[in-house]
């Protein structure tokens, strides 16, 4: 971890307008920047950028938070990962001293990466300067792979009698046990090391993030096996990594879908042709993991198969990995005998997406591939139902049930409570893991907690509602969740620097209290100083009253319970605290009336 005052340092050097420029088209608007949204369609600009409070926020679909943040969301980062892409691109430096709380481990991530990093570039560069790299660059010609996209995929080789890395890593000083960890060296006896890859096409793997995590090698000749992976590693899993994505992520926001592809070479023909949001697997079948990567970046995923037996048995394999991943998906076919790297090279980008688009939903094609596999027979009818059954225990949606359900029944004539009975039974103990949080941006609908946002927005617009509000004692009883620990971060943090810093406060907050907190600073930014006392006056009575009137209510059931058990002392009790609500509300009445509170 970063310590806590280097992120601030580093916050507070960079310009928030600056970095989402990068990756938006901003227009400045009064005090605020606006743009197109990058994280949902939008014709009308919502997203808003602010400089002075250093926070973004979409009023379309509710993202929001600070720079780091951004960054996490649009490349996928870690909260460290995007504070070092922020200091870097200022050029501050994070030394070993600054990091807090596990910075061996940290270290030691960052080295390996700088040393997958390193033997990428030379690999890279025996391909271009070796003698032998001209067979494999010819190689790569005839598969159609021309310079310019091999080196965006940063393509190398390793001859046949190695790229000589043991001198590579003498000369460097790396460390021999790190190559070991990363796959890159194997071992014979504690003296005698060798190179896992030689004699091969070197297709780095890269994470999400741009950073090497590992390797696959091609033979250039008819030698087993003809493609080889990193092994795992501390950097690399092959169940949930997919070649291309670091490539393919600006493209498949622009286009809203992702293609599943098989190879290294599938991807990189796409690309170059124009297909540019194309990923592969790594030698590995589709798996949940891989789904669940790609839906952070988009829920439209087509699984692009070959149209041969293996490829149709492939798509109906598949269905079991989206519903379990919580999507649906999509798969398309290519014509028997074609694979999408010779098929793209043949008939260009056209026929390419001409396929995509006729793509079918994988839920479709696997009852209708039930039936064709068990046929329609009474015995086969009941294979299918029970097949059809099994994979629904997966589904984790009610609603997505259902509508698989009908789908199963319009499909294949199978009665509607055969195909229910085990989700029937799965959903009455639903696991607790999978219970779903309500987001908050839900919240941020329910009228009952307009006034606790009202007077969030003012008191990160007006530092003198902070004291307004620091002076009303009991002002925490008044505030139900998920309000209270926000109003507590604000008031602390007041207490503490004398001043407010929505970045310190919105650290400990999840993404969608982050979110809610930037709408709620840019909400109140059209308030005129001069309103703001008398609206957080207004703020403070509607809370207090409606605390008062829920002591009130409780009471009185109170009082009931007391009547019914004949405890004359708890009831007399009782209406004296009764007496005494009621009181308070009156004075409350009578001092202000009833306020209009408003929200965007």
């Given at each position: 971890?970063?310590?806590?005052?280097?992120?601030?340092?580093?916050?507070?050097?960079?310009?928030?307008?600056?970095?989402?420029?990068?990756?938006?088209?901003?227009?400045?608007?009064?005090?605020?920047?606006?743009?197109?949204?990058?994280?949902?369609?939008?014709?009308?600009?919502?997203?808003?950028?602010?400089?002075?409070?250093?926070?973004?926020?979409?009023?379309?679909?509710?993202?929001?938070?600070?720079?780091?943040?951004?960054?996490?969301?649009?490349?996928?980062?870690?909260?460290?990962?995007?504070?070092?892409?922020?200091?870097?691109?200022?050029?501050?430096?994070?030394?070993?001293?600054?990091?807090?709380?596990?910075?061996?481990?940290?270290?030691?991530?960052?080295?390996?990466?700088?040393?997958?990093?390193?033997?990428?570039?030379?690999?890279?560069?025996?391909?271009?300067?070796?003698?032998?790299?001209?067979?494999?660059?010819?190689?790569?010609?005839?598969?159609?792979?021309?310079?310019?996209?091999?080196?965006?995929?940063?393509?190398?080789?390793?001859?046949?009698?190695?790229?000589?890395?043991?001198?590579?890593?003498?000369?460097?000083?790396?460390?021999?046990?790190?190559?070991?960890?990363?796959?890159?060296?194997?071992?014979?006896?504690?003296?005698?090391?060798?190179?896992?890859?030689?004699?091969?096409?070197?297709?780095?793997?890269?994470?999400?993030?741009?950073k090497v995590v590992g390797f696959g090698g091609r033979v250039l000749d008819q030698g087993l096996p003809k493609y080889l992976n990193s092994s795992e590693t501390p950097l690399f899993h092959k169940g949930s990594t997919l070649y291309g994505l670091f490539q393919a992520k600006e493209g498949i926001r622009k286009v809203d879908r992702v293609v599943v592809v098989e190879g290294y070479l599938d991807v990189i023909a796409l690309f170059q042709y124009g297909v540019s949001y194309a990923v592969a697997t790594l030698g590995t079948a589709l798996t949940v993991d891989h789904v669940r990567v790609l839906a952070r970046y988009t829920k439209n995923i087509i699984a692009l198969f070959d149209g041969d037996d293996a490829g149709h048995k492939a798509a109906a394999r598949s269905f079991e990995i989206f519903v379990e991943a919580g999507l649906l998906g999509r798969a398309a076919f290519l014509p028997s005998g074609e694979d999408p790297d010779t098929f793209v090279r043949r008939n260009g980008k056209a026929a390419v997406e001409d396929i995509l688009e006729r793509a079918v939903s994988l839920a479709d094609y696997y009852f209708s591939w039930l039936e064709d596999r068990y046929g329609k027979t009474l015995e086969g009818k009941s294979q299918t139902a029970s097949e059809i059954s099994r994979v629904l225990t997966r589904v984790r949606s009610p609603f997505e049930v259902d509508l698989l359900v009908r789908r199963a029944v319009d499909?294949?004539?199978?009665?509607?409570?055969?195909?229910?009975?085990?989700?029937?039974?799965?959903?009455?103990?639903?696991?607790?893991?999978?219970?779903?949080?309500?987001?908050?941006?839900?919240?941020?609908?329910?009228r009952e907690d307009i006034a606790e946002r009202s007077l969030i927005s003012l008191m990160l617009r007006f530092p003198s509602v902070i004291g307004d509000v620091e002076k009303e004692k009991e002002v925490r009883r008044w505030i139900e969740q998920p309000w209270q620990p926000v109003i507590d971060l604000i008031l602390s943090e007041w207490q503490e620097r004398g001043r407010l810093d929505l970045?310190?406060?919105?650290?400990?907050?999840?993404?969608?209290?982050?979110?809610?907190?930037?709408?709620?600073?840019?909400?109140?930014?059209?308030?005129?100083?001069?309103?703001?006392?008398?609206?957080?006056?207004?703020?403070?009575?509607?809370?207090?009253?409606?605390?008062?009137?829920?002591?009130?209510?409780?009471?009185?059931?109170?009082?009931?319970?007391?009547?019914?058990?004949?405890?004359?002392?708890?009831?007399?009790?009782?209406?004296?605290?009764?007496?005494?609500?009621?009181?308070?509300?009156?004075?409350?009445?009578?001092?202000?009336?009833?306020?209009?509170?408003?929200?965007?």
């Open positions: 971890m970063i310590s806590q005052d280097k992120i601030i340092e580093i916050r507070d050097r960079a310009s928030i307008v600056e970095v989402i420029s990068d990756y938006v088209t901003l227009k400045k608007t009064g005090r605020n920047h606006m743009g197109l949204c990058p994280f949902h369609s939008e014709k009308t600009p919502s997203f808003t950028v602010n400089e002075e409070k250093g926070i973004f926020h979409c009023f379309g679909c509710q993202t929001g938070g600070s720079i780091f943040q951004f960054l996490m969301q649009y490349d996928h980062l870690t909260f460290p990962e995007a504070v070092e892409r922020v200091a870097k691109r200022y050029g501050i430096t994070i030394g070993r001293a600054e990091r807090a709380g596990a910075p061996n481990e940290m270290g030691e991530r960052e080295s390996l990466y700088r040393i997958n990093e390193r033997v990428a570039a030379h690999y890279q560069s025996l391909l271009y300067s070796h003698p032998e790299g001209k067979k494999a660059l010819d190689y790569l010609k005839s598969r159609g792979v021309d310079e310019t996209t091999g080196r965006s995929f940063m393509l190398g080789y390793t001859p046949q009698n190695g790229s000589g890395l043991l001198d590579l890593i003498k000369k460097e000083k790396i460390s021999v046990n790190d190559t070991l960890r990363l796959g890159l060296m194997g071992q014979r006896n504690p003296r005698q090391f060798y190179e896992k890859f030689f004699a091969r096409v070197m297709f780095p793997i890269v994470n999400a993030g741009g499909t294949l004539g199978v009665r509607e409570e055969v195909l229910r009975r085990p989700n029937v039974i799965r959903g009455s103990h639903p696991p607790a893991a999978r219970t779903a949080a309500v987001p908050l941006s839900s919240l941020a609908q329910n970045f310190r406060v919105t650290q400990g907050l999840s993404p969608d209290m982050a979110a809610q907190m930037a709408a709620l600073a840019l909400e109140a930014e059209s308030i005129p100083e001069a309103d703001c006392a008398k609206m957080a006056a207004d703020c403070l009575a509607h809370l207090r009253r409606k605390h008062l009137r829920g002591l009130e209510r409780n009471l009185r059931i109170a009082i009931r319970t007391a009547e019914e058990q004949k405890d004359e002392k708890a009831k007399r009790e009782r209406i004296l605290e009764w007496q005494d609500v009621v009181r308070k509300e009156r004075q409350l009445e009578r001092r202000r009336p009833e306020p209009k509170i408003t929200t965007r």
